[in-house]
């Protein structure tokens, strides 16, 4: 695709946004619109690009708690879910405006993911590989505490070799009004690698609530997001947990770790 045709689409995407903000969501045109937007980033920018993670990262729906009113709880949930997307909106607005200042100032040919990216990518499937495959046979007793987990975290990836290429527990990255520690930052391949202790039902919905709050921090500075939960048979449903978190974002990946 030419620079020319490049940007008309991106501005011809964000013309369609005052009407799409007139929609219910879901709805078939704002799923026609982002499946079309997403291939068209796709094909600009490259699957690794921060343009294209950062509208794949956009959550349509709220997440959080809300406060039980005796007949209200239907309602309040669809007035949150209705502001999430509006704020979608927004956030894409945002992404797709700084897209053609990326293309006016570097050229369309300028701003495709380079192959650097493509050796991220390669580099958190190493990582998530190797906590799947190790990290159980490291405890021959139950942790009882989530520093456990990353001690246990830590001393895979040293043993690894991969001493040189983390920091732990030192990274802060600012976002909205707090600042965000990522448990384990991986610099050369912008992967994040987030650990939880899930040892109850409770716990199990506090995760939920903690890990959306770190994706929104955590997408604006890493490509590759790594959230691991360290189960002691309080997660039922692997799938259900999963997919209320990934929802289709192929750069967050949720692995669940069964002591």
């Excluded at 983390?166 to 976002?175: A, D, G, L, M, Q």
Aim: a negative charge; hydrophobic letters at 35%; glycine letters at 6%.
């Amino acid at each position: 695709m030419d620079q020319v045709g490049a940007l008309r689409e991106l501005e011809d995407a964000i013309r369609q946004i005052p009407l799409l903000r007139k929609l219910r969501y879901p709805s078939a045109g704002h799923t026609r619109w982002r499946t079309n937007l997403i291939d068209l980033l796709q094909d600009i920018f490259g699957d690794h690009s921060r343009i294209y993670q950062s509208l794949v990262n956009i959550d349509w729906t709220f997440h959080g708690p809300v406060e039980f009113r005796e007949g209200w709880l239907e309602y309040v949930k669809q007035q949150k879910n209705r502001q999430a997307y509006l704020e979608g909106l927004t956030k894409a607005e945002g992404i797709l405006n700084a897209a053609i200042d990326q293309i006016v100032r570097k050229g369309v040919n300028g701003v495709h993911a380079s192959t650097s990216d493509e050796k991220q990518s390669v580099g958190s499937t190493k990582i998530l590989s190797l906590l799947e495959h190790e990290l159980r046979k490291t405890f021959r007793e139950a942790p009882t505490q989530e520093s456990e987990v990353l001690d246990a975290i830590e001393d895979l990836f040293i043993g690894a070799g991969l001493g040189n290429e983390f920091v732990r527990e030192t990274e802060s990255i600012p976002y909205s009004s707090k600042s965000y520690i990522p448990d384990y930052a991986f610099n050369g391949s912008k992967t994040i690698v987030e650990a939880k202790l899930c040892d109850s039902p409770k716990r199990e919905k506090q995760i939920i609530g903690e890990i959306n709050d770190d994706i929104l921090a955590y997408g604006t500075a890493y490509s590759h997001l790594i959230f691991l939960v360290y189960d002691l048979g309080s997660i039922r449903d692997q799938d259900k947990f999963k997919k209320s978190i990934q929802n289709n974002r192929p750069n967050i990946v949720v692995s669940i770790i069964k002591h």
